[in-house]
Structure formats: C-alpha cells, structure tokens
Nanobody, 116 residues
C-alpha cells in the first residue's frame, strides 16, 4: 500500500534550480527515513540525501553539499529536495526511497536533465 510519488524533474540549464517532491501515502509507521537516490546511464546508483523521521536529521553526498537541501512537510507527507547550481553531472533519474525497520519502498523516479 505504500506509495511514493516523485515529481518536479525536468530540463534546466547549468546553474539553474529545480525542486523535487516525494509524496508518501499508505503508511502508518512513524519510524522511517526518506532518501533521494539518483542513477545515470552507465553509472552506479548514488545516494544523494536523506532525512530521518526520528529527529529530522539530514545527510548529503559530498557531491551535492552546499547545493542541495532536503526538507520535510509533515502535514503533506512530502519530502522536498531543493537543487540549486545544477551541473550537467547532476543529470540522472532521481528516485525517492522510504526505509523502515522491515522494508524499503521505491517510487518511479523523476528525470532531471541539466544542459551545458
């Protein structure tokens, strides 16, 4: 029943910004983490950022620190990823993940393309 819907991707020029959204539904647990992962063709999946429901703590990959910001709107069950100063190497499909004590849940992802 858990569903994760990622949205907000698109085509932007280098230096531009996008905000991704991950809307979660169909869950009752309150101990979980939401993460953003990305994968480009020919490359391994990379963890980008995550946020914990326990204390709101966040984490970022070194490649996006200072440029990306993760945040949570609990009223909407939505996690956001604000992406600024985008680079062509950020081009990838970005997937939303929810990790609980027993399962991982994945959304369909949203494609981000950054032109040079």
């Amino acid at each position: 029943e858990v569903q994760l819907q990622a949205s907000g991707g698109g085509l932007v020029q280098a230096g531009g910004s996008l905000r991704l959204s991950c809307a979660a539904s169909g869950f009752t647990f309150d101990d979980y983490a939401i993460g953003w992962f990305r994968q480009a063709p020919g490359k391994e999946r990379e963890g980008v950022s995550c946020i914990s429901s326990r204390d709101g703590s966040t984490g970022y990959a070194d490649s996006v620190k200072g440029r990306f910001t993760i945040s949570n709107d609990n009223a909407k069950n939505t996690v956001y990823l604000q992406m600024n100063s985008l680079k062509p190497e950020d081009t990838a499909r970005y997937h939303c993940n929810m990790r609980t004590a027993s399962n991982d849940y994945w959304g369909q992802g949203s494609l981000v393309t950054v032109s040079s």
